[in-house]
Nanobody, 119 residues
């Protein structure tokens, strides 16, 4: 099993920055990729950004390109989401999840961390 724990959310003004962390433990060798998703009230969960566990490839939703950066600290088994130029529409509960191999569903969802951007 892989366990993922998110942290780093909070309240920030529009234009501000936050860095989210997703700490992985357990069978980390079974991770192909980790991704960030978010879900705002009344909306469906959406993909935000992700990277392969070896760090070679990153992916971004169009809505966050140029503002968010996903990265990984190998020594800490932690994936980060640096969020800059935040907008009120970025307000959501942010989750990270694991992909065990390419073309399979994401699983091992964390509990989420709340990001609220005030205007």
């Amino acid at each position: 099993q892989v366990q993922l724990v998110e942290s780093g959310g909070g309240l920030v003004q529009a234009g501000g920055s936050l860095r989210l962390s997703c700490a992985a433990s357990g069978r980390t060798f079974s991770i192909y990729a980790v991704a960030w998703f978010r879900q705002a009230p009344g909306k469906e969960r959406e993909f935000v950004a992700g990277l392969t566990w070896n760090g070679d490839t990153t992916y971004y939703a169009d809505s966050v390109k140029g503002r968010f950066t996903v990265s990984r600290d190998n020594a800490k088994n932690t994936v980060y989401l640096q969020m800059n130029s935040l907008k009120p529409e970025d307000t959501a509960l942010y989750y990270c999840a694991r992909q065990e191999r390419v073309n399979v569903n994401f699983d091992s969802w964390g509990q989420g961390t709340q990001v609220t951007v005030s205007s």
